[in-house]
Nanobody, 131 residues
Framework: QVELVESGGGSVQAGGSLRLSCKVS??????????MGWFRQAPGKMPEAVAA???????DYADSIKGRFTISEDNAKDTLYLQMISLKPEDTAVYYC???????????????????????WGQGTQVTVSS
């Protein structure tokens, strides 16, 4: 069983920064590779893909956060990160990390499609950005 536990959410003013963490056990589960991503859902809105990272370290980002958010991982710590800078009120949402093994579809494409086929999800962490 793969478990994901997010942390690091909170409340900040516009222009501020936060770093989200996701403790994930997929590193031991998906020996043949994995795909991980960050997603978010604002109140009353559809879930939105944020960023993806694949086994080879390649990353992809949603246009709305390019240049402001950075996805990274620390394999030794089994942790996925999302560094967020220059936060805007429209970034307010519950942020989720998700993970799965590899598939025929490139990781970035799977995430940016919405991650509907991802098997494992965290419980979410709230990010609130005030103006």
């Amino acid at each position: 069983q793969v478990e994901l536990v997010e942390s690091g959410g909170g409340s900040v003013q516009a222009g501020g920064s936060l770093r989200l963490s996701c403790k994930v056990s997929i590193y031991t589960y998906a020996k043949n590779g994995y795909c991980m991503g960050w997603f978010r859902q604002a109140p009353g809105k559809m879930p939105e893909a944020v960023a993806a990272i694949a086994t080879d370290g390649s990353v992809d980002y949603a246009d709305s956060i390019k240049g402001r958010f950075t996805i990274s991982e620390d394999n030794a710590k089994d942790t996925l990160y999302l560094q967020m800078i220059s936060l805007k009120p429209e970034d307010t949402a519950v942020y989720y990390c998700a993970a799965d093994g590899v598939s025929a579809v490139p990781c970035g494409e799977r995430v940016l499609r919405g991650g509907g086929d991802f098997a494992y999800w965290g419980q979410g962490t709230q990010v609130t950005v005030s103006s």
